[in-house]
């Protein structure tokens, strides 16, 4: 993999897909920008892309030779999760551990619900297969494999049609070799199966978290292996034969070629982008401690970027209904020990459906409308009631069109599919599609809580960036319920995800178990094929440890400071640890209980291309400041103004202000104004 950047002479084309819309940013040069947004179109999601692409690629009179790489980040791999469309997966594994995947960590995310089921494993009983062999805890092979034992079962995978293999052999992690040789093995005999060995994609102990990641990247192996392939033969279609990379769930690009090989590393690259951008703001505007909320037409996503860096958690599940890395509610979904940014995650956007229960309460979501048939204002179809169908009839949205007049706007339709809720609840169509704005409002508190309040953080003491879709719509109102006084909507927020996809690094990580030796040794070797990997010059090495109290089951990551791995640099890293411990848990213990138990090598190549050029760039149409009739907790004569409406001087709402590719509202009691880098900030005079 060699990781290079382009000339800025050239134009780079970002596209994240979403739920709903698809979003694309061109950047070209002198600091050209070209949004775009489409729909997006399940489930070919390709088709989307290629369609923003070329779009952008005209609007800018570019031509696709011009391309200098395409930047993506892609929901394929979490789809294939969670609508159980991926390949049909064996898992191998040692002789009497065939149910370690279903066993799992015993763990209920709801321990009242008796209705509830584990979700069913992604490699089926019948499809889990054992082989005779013992590799000990240290290391040393007491029985090895045999390999005609090895070409039998290749037989029997052939003959069960198996599309996809994971091997997860006991103790493996000690003694890799094991694992690689099966695979080469099975690899060679059946050429047309996705084969994982655990230890190429995390060679950790915990035998189950190594076996469910293994078998999550075999079954989503094949999906994105085909997805990746005919993108890139449509882009090259259509003359882009630029490099294509994407988004990993940990924040960093990687060539695609390399994406398919570990796919599993891509699970959350949508989000992730979006993080990173504003990582990348924060960096810029000096922010130590930033909420990210992002809100699309499915989710609604917070992270926490805390000293200008996103946490990164080591392990999460992903599929039954959510995908998490903490707290109780761990048991929903499948175990993924891999980097990545840690986001929770809620089912409300501005597709999700707005319903009322037998009991008379008002729920929203987490059943969306998607893009297809999408909410019923859109005119395609959509019979059921949506967060946009609310806001719409709240006044809050443009009653002709959104996405730049791309998608049509019928408000007929959205009181229409709002008459039944309102009934419902005895209330007029306004009032029942204020009650779904609140509702939605106070359930994505839960998201911005978990990455903070469960972490031991104030989030009163962080700035809130809100930014997707309809992230800017419900940004201020958030932030009043969590105490958090300042918002900023940064430009081209409905497409910030894409944006930070422009402005990431290439990045290449590696993990090894920390068992006895020379720390300074395992880290100098992890570092070398690090950069071997990335094959640049300007490769940075960031080192972490993950550490715990022993007798603990969870790790704490604590980067290792630069300079030489001595008794000074290991105290540092020490007192970090019980730092973090403290924070998060509420204790601490002392040095001699600290048990170091992996070393980690993150590899990045800084990326040129700076975020200021997307802020500064003068790309959004202005428009003649009008009126419109909003419902707060009364109906109030609202000016719908743009971005380049306000100034440095503060205007009080409400207010609504409309971009291209999102809404800003600014309600009763918050005032606006414009930053340097074209940012609204949202301020409460008093934040509750």
């Given at each position: 993999?060699t990781?290079t950047?382009p000339?800025?002479a050239?134009?780079?084309i970002?596209?994240d897909?979403?739920?709903?819309f698809?979003?694309?940013?061109?950047?070209g040069?002198?600091?050209?920008?070209?949004?775009?947004?489409v729909l997006s179109?399940?489930?070919d999601?390709g088709?989307?892309?290629i369609t923003?692409a070329?779009?952008?690629?005209?609007?800018?009179?570019?031509?696709?030779?011009?391309?200098?790489a395409?930047?993506?980040?892609?929901?394929?791999a979490t789809n294939?999760?969670l609508e159980?469309?991926?390949?049909r997966?064996?898992?191998?594994t040692?002789?009497?551990?065939r149910?370690?995947?279903e066993?799992?960590?015993?763990r209920?995310?709801?321990?009242?619900?008796?209705?509830?089921?584990?979700?069913?494993?992604l490699a089926?009983?019948?499809?889990?297969?054992?082989?005779?062999?013992?590799?000990?805890?240290?290391g040393?092979i007491?029985?090895p494999?045999?390999?005609?034992e090895?070409a039998a079962?290749?037989?029997?995978?052939?003959?069960d049609?198996?599309?996809?293999?994971?091997?997860?052999?006991?103790?493996s992690y000690?003694?890799?070799?094991v694992?690689r040789?099966?695979a080469?093995q099975l690899?060679?005999l059946?050429?047309?199966v996705?084969v994982?060995?655990?230890?190429d994609?995390?060679?950790?102990?915990?035998e189950?978290e190594r076996s469910?990641t293994a078998v999550v990247n075999?079954y989503v192996?094949p999906?994105?292996?085909?997805?990746v392939?005919?993108?890139?033969h449509?882009?090259?279609?259509?003359?882009i034969?630029a490099?294509?990379?994407?988004?990993q769930?940990?924040?960093?690009?990687?060539?695609a070629?390399t994406v398919?090989?570990?796919p599993?590393?891509i699970?959350?690259?949508?989000?992730a982008?979006g993080?990173?951008?504003?990582q990348?703001l924060?960096q810029l505007?000096g922010?130590?401690n930033?909420?990210?909320?992002d809100?699309?037409g499915?989710?609604?996503k917070?992270?926490?970027i805390?000293?200008?860096?996103?946490?990164v958690a080591?392990?999460y599940?992903v599929?039954?209904?959510?995908?998490?890395?903490?707290?109780?509610g761990?048991?929903a979904?499948?175990a993924?020990?891999?980097p990545?940014?840690?986001?929770?995650?809620?089912?409300a956007?501005?597709g999700?459906?707005?319903w009322v229960?037998?009991?008379?309460?008002?729920h929203?979501?987490?059943e969306?409308?998607?893009s297809?048939?999408g909410?019923?204002?859109?005119g395609?179809g959509?019979?059921r009631p949506t967060l946009t169908d609310a806001?719409?009839a709240?006044g809050?949205l443009?009653?002709d069109a959104?996405a730049g007049g791309?998608?049509?706007i019928q408000?007929?339709l959205?009181?229409?599919?709002l008459e039944?809720?309102?009934?419902q609840?005895?209330?007029?169509?306004?009032?029942?599609?204020?009650g779904a704005f609140?509702v939605?409002?106070?359930s994505m508190?839960k998201a911005?809580k978990?990455?903070?309040?469960e972490?031991?953080?104030?989030?009163?003491?962080?700035?809130?960036?809100?930014f997707?879709?309809a992230?800017?719509l419900?940004g201020?109102?958030l932030a009043?319920?969590l105490?958090?006084r300042?918002v900023i909507v940064?430009?081209?927020?409905?497409l910030?995800s894409s944006?930070?996809?422009?402005?990431?690094?290439t990045?290449y990580?590696?993990v090894a178990?920390?068992r006895?030796?020379q720390?300074?040794?395992a880290?100098?070797?992890?570092?070398?094929a690090?950069t071997a990997k990335?094959?640049c010059?300007?490769?940075e090495?960031?080192r972490i440890l993950?550490?715990r109290?022993?007798g603990?089951r969870?790790?704490?990551?604590i980067?290792?400071?630069?300079g030489?791995?001595?008794?000074d640099l290991?105290?540092?890293?020490f007192?970090?640890f019980?730092a973090?411990h403290?924070?998060t848990?509420?204790?601490?213990?002392?040095?001699?209980?600290?048990?170091i138990?992996?070393?980690r090598?993150?590899?990045?190549v800084?990326n040129?291309v700076?975020?200021?050029r997307?802020?500064?760039?003068?790309?959004i149409?202005g428009?003649d400041?009008?009126t419109r009739v909003?419902?707060?907790?009364?109906?109030?004569a609202?000016?719908?103004?743009?971005?380049?409406?306000?100034?440095d001087?503060?205007r009080?709402g409400?207010?609504v202000?409309?971009?291209?590719?999102?809404t800003?509202?600014?309600p009763p009691?918050?005032?606006?104004?414009?930053d340097m880098?074209?940012?609204?900030?949202?301020?409460?005079?008093?934040?509750?």
């Open positions: 993999m990781a950047h000339s800025d050239r134009w780079l970002a596209a897909i979403g739920g709903t698809t979003d694309v940013l061109a950047l040069p002198d600091t050209r920008i070209v949004p775009m947004k179109t399940p489930p999601f088709t989307g892309v923003g070329t779009a952008a690629l005209d609007q800018s009179e570019a031509q696709p030779g011009q391309v200098a395409v930047l993506h980040a892609t929901t394929v294939a999760i159980m469309r991926g390949a997966t064996a898992l191998v040692t002789r009497g551990f149910d370690v995947l066993i799992g960590r015993l209920r995310p709801t321990l009242y619900d008796l209705s509830w089921t584990k979700p069913t494993p089926r009983r019948r499809h889990r297969y054992e082989i005779d062999h013992r590799i000990l805890a240290d040393t007491a029985r494999v045999a390999a005609a090895v079962l290749a037989e029997r995978l052939r003959a049609d198996i599309g996809a293999v994971a091997i997860c052999l006991l103790n000690a003694a890799p070799q694992e040789e099966v080469g690899r060679t059946l050429p047309d996705y994982t060995a655990s230890v994609i995390s060679p950790e102990m915990h189950y469910s075999s192996g999906v994105v292996h085909r997805y392939t005919e993108l890139g449509s882009l090259r279609s259509q003359g034969a490099p294509f990379s994407i988004m769930s940990s924040g960093g690009l990687l060539d070629e398919v090989e570990r599993v590393q699970v959350e690259s949508g989000p982008a993080v990173i951008a504003v990348k924060a505007m922010l130590d930033v909420v990210a909320f809100m699309g499915t989710t609604a917070a992270s926490l805390e000293n200008r860096q996103p946490f080591n392990d599940e599929g039954g209904g959510m995908n998490i890395s903490r707290g109780m761990k048991g979904g499948y993924v020990r891999v990545s940014i840690d986001i929770a995650e809620v089912g956007g501005g999700s459906i707005v229960d037998e009991a008379g309460a008002l929203v979501g987490p969306s409308a998607g297809r048939p909410p019923a204002c859109y395609l959509g019979d806001n719409v709240l809050y443009n009653p959104l791309r998608v049509g408000p007929d959205a009181d229409k599919v039944h809720v309102a009934q609840m005895n209330r007029d169509i306004r009032d029942a599609a204020r609140e939605a409002t106070s508190t911005v978990a990455v903070t309040s972490r031991g953080r104030d989030p009163r003491e962080s700035i809130m960036v809100a997707g879709g992230g800017p419900y201020a109102a009043r319920e105490g958090i300042t940064p430009v081209h927020t409905g910030f944006l930070g996809l422009l402005v990431a690094d990045e990580q590696l178990p920390f006895s030796g720390l300074a040794e880290f100098d070797e992890l570092s070398a690090v990335l094959d010059t300007t490769v090495i960031e993950d550490m109290y022993r603990q969870f790790d704490l990551r980067p290792l400071p630069d030489p791995v001595d008794d290991l105290g540092e890293a007192q970090a019980h973090e403290r924070r848990y509420g204790r601490s213990g002392t040095d001699d209980m600290i048990e138990v992996n070393l090598v993150r590899g990045f800084p040129p700076t975020i200021d997307a802020l500064t760039a003068d790309s149409p428009f400041e009008t909003c419902r707060f907790t009364e109906d109030i609202t000016p719908v103004i743009s971005r380049f409406h306000l100034s001087r503060p009080t409400p207010l202000i409309e971009d291209m590719d999102s800003t509202l600014v009691g918050a005032s606006a104004h414009l880098f074209n940012n609204i900030l949202i301020t409460w005079e008093a934040a509750e």
